[in-house]
């Protein structure tokens, strides 16, 4: 059984930072990928990162801002969200599948945390 649980979240100023983090457990993992819904839209990709942590990958909006890493020794993915903007707000989905491709589209990853509620207040 896999299971995905995020952390991190929270209320943080416009500019501010937030680190979420998200462990894994129940078998070992390939790539992983963060995205994030706001209320009434729909699931968007954020970013994502392969097994070994060698690549990565961002949406055009969080590029140079959010750094997605991950600690293979505690089963933990992290996102490094720096300089948040009003349009960050979002309820925050880590997700995983069974194989190395860093999946952008929410139906190609079949594992998913309950995610985590960010909120930017300006």
């Known amino acids: 059984q896999v299971q995905l649980v995020e952390s991190g979240g929270g209320l943080v100023q416009t500019g501010g930072s937030l680190r979420l983090s998200c462990a894994a457990s129940?078998?070992?993992?390939?790539?992983m990928g963060w995205f994030r819904q706001a209320p009434g839209k729909e699931r968007n990709f954020v970013a994502a990162?392969?097994?070994?942590?060698?690549?990565?990958y961002y949406t055009d909006p969080v590029k140079g801002r959010f750094t997605i890493s991950r600690d293979n020794a505690k089963n933990t993915v992290y996102l490094q969200m720096n300089s948040l903007k009003p349009e960050d707000p979002a309820v925050y989905f880590c997700?995983?599948?069974?194989?190395?491709?860093?999946?952008?589209?929410?139906?190609?990853?079949?594992?998913w945390g309950q995610g985590t509620q960010v909120t930017v207040s300006s």
């Open positions: 997700a995983t599948n069974s194989d190395d491709y860093l999946a952008t589209r929410p139906y190609e990853y079949s594992y």
């Open positions: 990162i392969s097994s070994r942590g060698l690549r990565t």
């Open positions: 129940g078998r070992t993992f390939y790539a």
